[in-house]
C-alpha cells in the first residue's frame, strides 16, 4: 500500500498505527519504536538524539496526528491497518534470589520464571505450550522443561549464569519457538530482562483473548485487581499479613500490593504400642 510521507512510519514503512511522537520530534508506530528500544536502541532511529525519559510503553498517542489521519484517509483504510497490525506483548523473565545456609550444597537458591507484564498466569498459560530451559554445564541436568502455569525452575548454584529460554507457543497461535536469554542474578532482587513479542490478533481472537487483540494500544498492559482488593473481597484483613520488602522499580511482577503466603505441607507420625509380631499394621 503506497503511504502517503506524513502518515508513514520509517521503521515499517507502513500506514502508521498508534503513533507516537519521540523528543526529537518524529513519529514511529508505538510498536516499532518499542522494538527498537527493547533491542537496545537507546536513541531515534532516524537522528540518533537521546531518548532520555520516553518510554513507549505509556507515552501518549500523537492525538492530533490521530485526528489528521481520520480526516484524509479512508476509514476502510484505518481499519484494514489496525487488523493487520500484530499485537505486541511485553515478555518478562525474572529471577529471585535467596541464600540458604547448607552443609553440603551451595547457599545461592535462584528462581527462574516467564510471565506477561500486565496479564494474569491464566493468559500467559493460554499462549504458552511450555518453556525449556537451558541450563550451562557443568549441571546434572542441561535441558529442562516447566509447564503452565507459571513455567517455574528453581536450583541452587554457586555463581551467576545465562540461561537460555526456548519458548514454544500454543500451535495455535502458528508462532515458532522463541529463544531469549536472560541473566541469572545473585543479588537481593535478581535480575529481570523485557522482551517484545509480535502476536497475531486473529490467533489471539481464535484463543478467546479477544480482549488483547483489541486492545488500543500497542503495547498490552492490562488493570488486574489488586491483592489487597482481592484480600478484602474475600473478608480478610491483607493489611498486616504483606510481608515483602517492597516493589521492585519497574516490575509488574513484584509490585507493593503482592502479598507472600506461606504454604505449609506437614505430616504426623504415631507409633501404636498395641501390635503384635505378625499383626498387619
Known amino acids: 500500500?503506497?503511504?502517503?510521507?506524513?502518515?508513514?512510519?520509517?521503521?515499517?514503512?507502513?500506514?502508521?498505527?498508534?503513533?507516537?511522537?519521540?523528543?526529537?520530534?518524529?513519529?514511529?508506530?508505538?510498536?516499532?519504536?518499542?522494538?527498537?528500544?527493547?533491542?537496545?536502541?537507546?536513541?531515534?532511529?532516524l537522528c540518533r538524539g537521546e531518548l532520555h525519559g520516553f518510554d513507549p510503553r505509556v507515552a501518549p498517542a500523537d492525538a492530533?496526528?490521530?485526528?489528521?489521519?481520520?480526516?484524509?484517509?479512508?476509514?476502510?483504510?484505518?481499519?484494514?491497518?489496525?487488523?493487520?497490525?500484530?499485537?505486541?506483548?511485553?515478555?518478562?523473565?525474572?529471577?529471585?534470589?535467596?541464600?540458604?545456609?547448607?552443609?553440603?550444597?551451595?547457599?545461592?537458591?535462584?528462581?527462574?520464571?516467564?510471565?506477561?507484564?500486565?496479564?494474569?498466569?491464566?493468559?500467559?498459560?493460554?499462549?504458552?505450550?511450555?518453556?525449556i530451559y537451558e541450563l550451562p554445564p557443568p549441571g546434572k541436568q542441561r535441558f529442562v522443561t516447566t509447564y503452565p502455569p507459571f513455567f517455574f525452575l528453581s536450583r541452587r548454584g554457586w555463581t551467576p549464569f545465562t540461561a537460555r529460554c526456548n519458548i514454544h507457543w500454543n500451535p495455535i497461535l502458528g508462532m515458532r519457538p522463541t529463544e531469549v536469554d536472560h541473566s541469572v542474578v545473585f543479588g537481593q532482587n535478581g535480575n529481570r530482562s523485557v522482551h517484545w513479542i509480535d502476536v497475531d490478533r486473529a490467533a489471539l481472537d481464535t484463543l478467546g483473548l479477544g480482549t488483547l487483540a483489541n486492545a488500543p494500544n500497542g503495547a498490552v498492559q492490562l488493570q488486574l485487581p489488586s491483592a489487597v482488593s482481592m484480600f478484602n473481597a474475600l473478608g480478610i484483613d491483607g493489611g498486616s499479613q504483606r510481608v515483602s520488602p517492597g516493589p521492585v522499580p519497574g516490575d509488574p511482577l513484584l509490585s507493593r500490593d503482592r502479598f507472600l503466603l506461606e504454604v505449609v505441607v506437614g505430616n504426623r507420625h504415631k507409633v501404636s504400642s498395641g501390635l503384635q509380631d505378625g499383626d498387619r499394621c
Open 64 to 131: 492530533a496526528l490521530v485526528a489528521q489521519m481520520a480526516i484524509a484517509l479512508p476509514q476502510s483504510v484505518l481499519a484494514a491497518r489496525q487488523s493487520q497490525a500484530p499485537c505486541l506483548l511485553e515478555l518478562i523473565v525474572r529471577n529471585l534470589y535467596e541464600e540458604i545456609p547448607s552443609h553440603n550444597e551451595s547457599p545461592n537458591k535462584w528462581t527462574i520464571w516467564i510471565a506477561f507484564g500486565g496479564l494474569d498466569n491464566g493468559h500467559t498459560a493460554q499462549m504458552i505450550d511450555r518453556v
Open 1 to 45: 500500500m503506497e503511504v502517503a510521507h506524513n502518515f508513514g512510519c520509517p521503521l515499517c514503512l507502513d500506514l502508521l498505527h498508534d503513533p507516537v511522537m519521540t523528543p526529537c520530534n518524529h513519529r514511529f508506530c508505538r510498536p516499532c519504536i518499542l522494538r527498537a528500544c527493547g533491542l537496545g536502541q537507546g536513541s531515534c532511529p
